[in-house]
């Protein structure tokens, strides 16, 4: 696994691909959730192949009553990780909430200094250690200036239940705003990207110039469209087939997106999701892969999708 160094997010060498954890705590066809167990089996796996960084969130979990599911399942894989808590780099999000009213789960956010601090000892509590960052999920951009939500990130550090904060599902405005507040001590933006969704390139950019690292989520598009991923964007699939000429073995289309946003940026890492082994090694797999200059080029240039998975005024 190819490594980055990202000293504002950590001093531990950060791989060129992370693990984002969620689907391990979402409902399968069959309404049932993947074992415990397994979920921990997948994640040991996807670090022995050098997928070291492992994204989770509070509210990530099968419905309400689960409540910090994710959590649970990613602090006992990486406490029983065969090489120890240190050699893995831990995110997790807070500032989305998640309640139970008549059985329907209702959605909010809450940038407030209570609940985030509330919220951040929670997820350590259940980690069962200090993670690497804390990163504000979501931003509620009616409740107050997003500058004092930074100061109640900030509250967070301080508080000691992470020695990084970061911001997730911003704007541009809102990264200079973080910037300022916190003395240029933001650690990493979590923000989508993928070929179906190619906006806030200058918040892309931004990180890159600050050495921010950039989390893109659902890097292959999510759901459908990563399994189609060849399909519906034909010049990822292009450049596959370019690749296996070479490589000595089949590249997909995923892989390709994958090295695609791996190469957008010095700190960018791709955090894609799973629940199979094969798919695991497909995503490391990537990380070697080196696209010349024509190709992203053209990667770049070709058609984008229908935009964000979760559009801003969702959850």
Sequence with gaps: ???????????KPVPAIGVGAMPLSDNRPDGTVIPRDQAVAVLHGAFALGMTLVDTADIYAPDGYGYGHNELAVGE???TWRDGRDSIVV????GITRAVRNDVD???????????????????????????????????REQQPFATTVENMLAVRDAGFAPRIGIGNVHLDECHVAWEVSGGTIAAVENERSPRYREDADVLHWAGRHGVAYLAWSP???????????????????VAQELSATAGHDVTAQEVALAWLSASGSGVVPIPGFTRGQTAY???????????????????????GPGSVFPDDED
């Design 282 to 304: 497909s995503s490391a797999r990537a990380a070697r892969l080196e696209l010349t200059a024509d190709q992203i080029a053209r990667l770049d240039l070709s058609p984008a």
């Design 91 to 94: 995110v997790t999000k807070i």
């Design 77 to 79: 894989a990486v406490r």
């Design 106 to 140: 209702v959605w909010g956010r809450d940038g407030s200094r209570e609940h985030l601090l509330r919220a951040a000892e929670a997820s350590v509590e259940r980690l069962g250690f200090v993670p690497d960052a804390i990163l504000l999920h979501r931003v509620n």
């Design 1 to 11: 696994m190819r490594h980055l160094s990202i000293p504002l997010l950590t001093d």
């Design 220 to 238: 292959l598009g999510g759901g459908d469209d990563a399994r189609r991923l060849g399909d519906l964007y034909p010049e990822f699939r292009a």
